[in-house]
């Protein structure tokens, strides 16, 4: 019931109007019991080479058994889908450069 957060050492360039969904790989969750605290990781297009962290997406995993599950170097644990969006009228659009890493959009 522990949650850990670590860097992939991966980064996603992305256009203005696009994200990336991150989902953890169905096998972690059934078989190692692993999740996604928020169940779905955004990653902005302001993220990459952010001076902060360099754009390395980080991942966060909550260990839902009561078993000790060990990650090896190299395993796929997650997967993306990158999205278009649209924006809404009067949409106040992050335009400064941006800081700060998971969870910060400036604000």
């Known amino acids: 019931m522990q949650k850990t957060l670590f860097f992939s050492d991966v980064k996603a360039y992305m256009q203005p109007d ?12 059934i078989k190692k019991g692993l999740m996604i605290p928020n169940n779905v990781g955004i990653i ?11 754009g390395n997406i980080g991942i966060a995993l909550v260990n ?7 990650i ?3 395993e796929r644990i997650m997967q993306g889908i990158f999205k278009k969006y649209l924006v809404a ?5 992050l335009t400064s450069k941006r800081t700060g890493g998971i969870g910060s959009s400036g604000e």
């Open 44 to 54: 902005d297009s302001s993220y990459y080479n952010n001076p902060d962290n360099d």
């Open 18 to 29: 696009e994200v990336l969904e991150t989902y953890i790989r169905s096998s972690l969750g």
């Open 72 to 74: 090896n170097a190299g």
């Open 89 to 93: 009228d009067n949409d106040n659009v």
């Open 64 to 70: 839902t058994s009561n078993k000790a599950v060990t």
